[in-house]
């Protein structure tokens, strides 16, 4: 499974994140899509969409997409949730859910920063796509993308477009 993975759209899904994520199979999204739920339609119409919702979305999104979602992927299990925090710094509500869930892979958004990171305690990686919108102070939109396969996570590749370029 060739997986692409953003977060805190806030309405904004540019070009040449699409040409990024292209050769994806499934679209991950890690909440704050903004823009309403015609705009998630748009992405969902891009490709098969999994995702929660954020802070920031309204009732349309939250209707349609959960505080979190834990699933298999190819022999891995995924936990998502929009305010994560990272290895050590765990939002509370957060670290209930990874040891009620005890993923494999941690997919979380909120901070707008991208991070990618082993918890050697829990034994998982966590990923934080950071901010492919607009919104925020981040100087750099990012994305990522990987692979699946018989329970490994490789080829991962980040995607970063500076702020000004692609709306």
């Given amino acids: 499974m060739y997986v692409g993975l953003i977060s805190d759209t806030h309405g904004v899904f540019s070009d040449e994140f699409r040409e990024f994520l292209a050769p994806c199979d499934v679209l991950w999204h890690a909440g704050d899509f903004g823009g309403g739920i015609e705009f ?3 992405l969902a119409a891009f490709k098969p969409l999994v995702g929660v919702h954020g802070n920031c979305d309204g009732t349309d999104i939250r209707y349609e997409y959960p505080y979190h979602q834990c699933f298999e992927c190819e022999g891995k299990t995924v936990l998502m949730v929009h305010i994560g925090g990272y290895p050590g710094r765990y939002d509370l509500r957060a670290q209930a859910l990874i040891e009620a869930c005890k993923p494999d892979i941690f997919v979380c958004g909120h901070s707008h920063i991208l991070k990618i990171m082993y918890d050697e305690r829990y034994e998982m990686i966590t990923l934080n796509p950071g ?5 925020g102070w981040q100087q750099l939109r990012t994305a990522l993308r990987f692979k699946i396969e018989a329970g490994e996570v490789k080829d991962m ?3 970063k477009l500076p702020i000004g370029r692609g709306v």
Avoid: T
């Fill in 40 to 42: 998630v339609k748009k």
């Fill in 131 to 135: 901010a492919a919108g607009l919104q």
């Fill in 157 to 159: 590749e980040i995607f």
